[in-house]
């Protein structure tokens, strides 16, 4: 019984630690593509190898990708106008997308509205602006 559990939870790392590779490219690809937003990304990696890897977990919050996005947030608990930009900009853009496939479906579209407002919110009145 025991060997069944211990093969159990080397899927389970796989499967976190393939999470967290996927995710954490489509954040670097953020840091290019203003259209994928890095943050969100960077922190469901951090999730998944916390859960799969301490090793690589450590790694990640040493490395310099994090500490110039998440953990420059983390640090100073702000963010730049320039990053709220960004960050506002690409929420506009996948909104956008979104809602043009989903042009037909209201509640989808409300939904989204609900979030797309909620950002504005939290970017204009929630997180500080750091100089």
């Given at each position: 019984?025991?060997?069944?559990?211990?093969h159990?939870?080397?899927?389970?790392?796989?499967?976190?630690l393939?999470?967290s590779?996927?995710?954490?490219?489509?954040?670097?690809?953020g840091i290019?593509?203003?259209?994928?937003?890095?943050?969100p990304?960077?922190?469901?990696?951090?999730?998944?190898?916390?859960?799969?890897?301490?090793?690589?977990?450590?790694?990640?919050?040493?490395?310099?990708l994090?500490?110039?996005?998440?953990?420059?947030?983390?640090?100073?608990?702000?963010?730049t106008?320039?990053?709220?930009?960004?960050?506002?900009?690409?929420?506009?853009?996948?909104?956008?997308?979104?809602?043009?496939?989903?042009?037909?479906?209201?509640?989808?579209?409300i939904i989204?509205?609900?979030?797309?407002i909620?950002?504005?919110?939290?970017?204009?009145?929630?997180?500080?602006?750091?100089?």
């Open positions: 019984m025991k060997t069944t559990e211990q159990s939870n080397v899927v389970v790392r796989y499967i976190f393939t999470i590779a996927i995710s954490f490219a489509l954040g670097t690809a290019v593509l203003p259209i994928l937003p890095t943050v990304f960077y922190m469901l990696t951090l999730f998944c190898l916390a859960r799969g890897s301490e090793r690589f977990h450590r790694m990640f919050l040493e490395s310099s994090y500490q110039k996005t998440v953990g420059a947030y983390e640090r100073d608990k702000a963010l106008l320039r990053a709220k930009l960004s960050i506002l900009t690409s929420i506009t853009a996948i909104m956008i997308i979104g809602g043009y496939f989903s042009r037909n479906i209201p509640i989808a579209l989204m509205s609900i979030v797309w909620a950002h504005i919110i939290a970017l204009a009145f929630i997180v500080k602006t750091k100089k």
